[in-house]
């Protein structure tokens, strides 16, 4: 049985088990699940997805970590964990975690008109936004999602050269100017660790 469960987004799979590795976790200690990164594009069914799991999967962990931030579900993500005494990531998205809330609030004061991508949407950009949002079907729309933005800002999780050429090939397709900002982990490193330095004394 493992101690620690983190019910994760998809779109943080892979920097949740780069961080689980770095801190040297077993599957023991740790056990990771995640959830569609498709669920974004609905977040309303965001909470109630997690809700499922979370039913499923009582009593099998000593704690529970819901990595989502609010996500813009309203709050009401917030309200099934209370249900399910579990917690989720300290910030309203993963921007903020990632960037820390201090330098993502100074980029946003720099330019409002910022639009994030992590390393993930980068990845994944013409399937989850591009295709996603319907734009490859109608193209017309790109004003109406993107018309306020200036720049696509991509706070880059590692240095990985290809990524941040898919970023900045994204920036071009919408029009924008391209920012890159190496941000690593931010503060997923602490909230993990967090989560399970009880069970570790």
């Known amino acids: 049985m493992g101690r620690c469960l983190v019910l994760a987004c998809g779109a943080l799979a892979q920097e949740v088990l780069a961080v689980k590795a770095a801190l040297g976790l ?8 995640c959830l569609p990164a498709e669920l ?3 977040p309303a069914a965001i909470a109630p997805r997690v809700g499922d799991v979370l039913v499923a999967r009582r009593g099998e962990f000593d704690r529970v970590l819901v990595a989502y931030g609010e996500c813009g579900t309203g709050g009401a993500l917030d309200a099934v964990l209370a249900q399910y005494d579990a917690t989720r990531l300290p910030h309203a998205h993963c921007y903020a975690l990632f960037a820390g ?3 993502f609030e100074a980029i ?3 330019d409002i008109g910022s639009f994030f991508v992590t390393d993930f949407l980068a990845r994944h950009f013409d399937r989850l936004v591009w295709q996603g949002l319907g734009l490859d079907r109608h193209p017309h729309l790109l004003p109406v999602y993107f018309g306020h933005y200036r720049r696509l800002v991509h706070l880059a999780q590692s240095n990985d050269v290809d990524l941040r050429a898919r ?7 919408l029009g924008l100017a391209f920012v ?5 982990h931010g503060d997923l490193t602490a909230a993990l660790a967090t989560v399970t330095e009880d069970d570790r004394v």
């Open 26 to 33: 077993s599957d023991a200690e740790m056990t990771v699940q």
């Open 40 to 42: 974004h594009n609905r």
């Open 101 to 103: 809330a201090d330098r």
């Open 108 to 110: 946003i004061a720099e």
């Open 167 to 173: 970023a900045e090939a994204a920036a071009q397709k």
């Open 180 to 184: 890159h900002l190496p941000v690593g």
